[in-house]
């Protein structure tokens, strides 16, 4: 089965970190062009991150400087690493792969995707 899977949400305080893992089944993650978004409730999704085949990277002006994207081809995975959260990052976190795409954010807000995963729950709040 075709899909990408989310792992590693949680409840944090402000200020604390977490590292989200987007995993692929059947296909090879590192061929493809993956990006992060989140819905926060009440609000409309948004594109937090995306990572290129070649490993070019962009980020959200929100969460730059804050927030890492990485591969491990080995693993078959995509990380989004979050450093210094806060509470305007509560959201559930989904990922999103598909062939081709430059790493830009506002590219990977308007293409369609091939793969979603059902989406990972990240809390902020002290």
């Known amino acids: 089965q075709l899909r990408v899977v989310e792992s590693g949400g949680g409840s944090v305080q402000p200020g604390g970190s977490l590292r989200l893992s987007c995993t692929a089944s059947?296909?090879?993650?590192?061929?493809?062009?993956v990006a992060w978004f989140r819905q926060a409730p009440g609000k409309e999704r948004e594109g937090v991150s995306c990572i290129s085949s070649g490993s070019n990277t962009d980020y959200a002006d929100s969460v730059k400087g804050r927030f890492t994207i990485s591969r491990d081809k080995a693993k078959n995975t995509v990380y989004l690493r979050m450093n210094n959260l806060n509470a305007q990052d509560t959201a559930i976190y989904y990922c999103?792969?598909?062939?081709?795409?430059?790493?830009?954010?506002?590219?990977?807000?308007?293409?369609?995707?091939?793969?979603w995963g059902q989406g990972t729950e990240v809390t902020v709040s002290s």
């Open positions: 059947g296909f090879t993650m590192d061929l493809h062009f």
């Open positions: 999103a792969a598909r062939m081709g795409g430059a790493a830009r954010m506002a590219l990977a807000e308007a293409i369609d995707f091939e793969y």
